[in-house]
């Protein structure tokens, strides 16, 4: 399967990296084409994938083309390669906020699917939602969803609108969880534990919990619940975060996210 990479930046390397490492296809069937020089040597002298600074003469011979531009750039980029896709290529594009049907006429092209990956995708832990234009074939799916696949989970659905509601969630999330990372060492430092101890404690306590509930047949409630014995010091913690609305504060925060994705996509 020959791949075409238009923009080689943090996603295109991410994506390209995985799918060496998972032996998907050769570095000699991956081609990238990149505006920027620094970038185009750095991809071809670490991973000898051919690189070219015309996008054009990248996807000339793919079966594949993947879009990993900014959004900014769509419009140009469209305006460059839009009507010179062959039938037979499959388009992927993992630009947040781009819908199908912008690509679709933008591109002048058929078969795209539009995919919503998160950063932990760099070190293949992530999770990618994926929906596809009725016109992409099984095989076309198929070949997708492999290569979605080498960046941790891919998730296929059938209608577009959760794919903004993805991007609040998977796509955004990283940033909550950091968040969330962030205040509890800074809480953890201000109680009077070293910094570096308290960075330690506090990503083991997030990794452990979140493979904990992921290996548990218990629900996330009954978890909370086993840590928190009756007038003990997690329930003292749980009644200030319930008194600071810390349900409602994450509820509004997706939603905000939602209806930004919604307004991002026209
Ligand atoms: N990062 C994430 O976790 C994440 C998650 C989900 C989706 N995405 C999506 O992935 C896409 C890429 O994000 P990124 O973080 O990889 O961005 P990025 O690092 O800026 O990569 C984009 C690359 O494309 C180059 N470029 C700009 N205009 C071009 C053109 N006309 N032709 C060819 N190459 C061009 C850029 O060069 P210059 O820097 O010189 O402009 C840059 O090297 C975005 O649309 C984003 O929405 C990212």
Known sequence: MKIAFIGGGNMGE???????????TPPHAISVSDISEARRRHLGQTYGVTVTEGNL??????????LAIKPQ???EVMAEIGGKLKASQLVISIIA?????TLRQGLKHKT???AMPNTPAQIGQGITIWTATPEVTEPQKGWAGAILGVMGQQVYVADEEYLDMATA?????????????ESLIDAAVGIGLPRDMARQLVLETVLGSAD????????LDELRR???????TTAEALKVLEKGGFAEVIKQAVLAAFIKARELGG
């Open 14 to 24: 991410a994506m390209l990296s995985a799918i060496l490492k998972a032996g998907l």
């Open 57 to 66: 003469e990248a996807l000339s011979q793919s079966d594949v083309v993947v």
């Open 73 to 75: 750039n769509l419009a």
């Open 97 to 101: 906020g781009a819908r199908l049907k």
């Open 112 to 114: 795209i699917v539009r």
């Open 169 to 181: 969630v998977s796509g955004s999330g990283p940033a909550y969880v950091f968040l969330f990372m």
């Open 212 to 219: 904990f509930a992921r290996q548990s047949e218990k629900s």
């Open 226 to 232: 086993i840590v928190t014995s009756p007038g003990g």
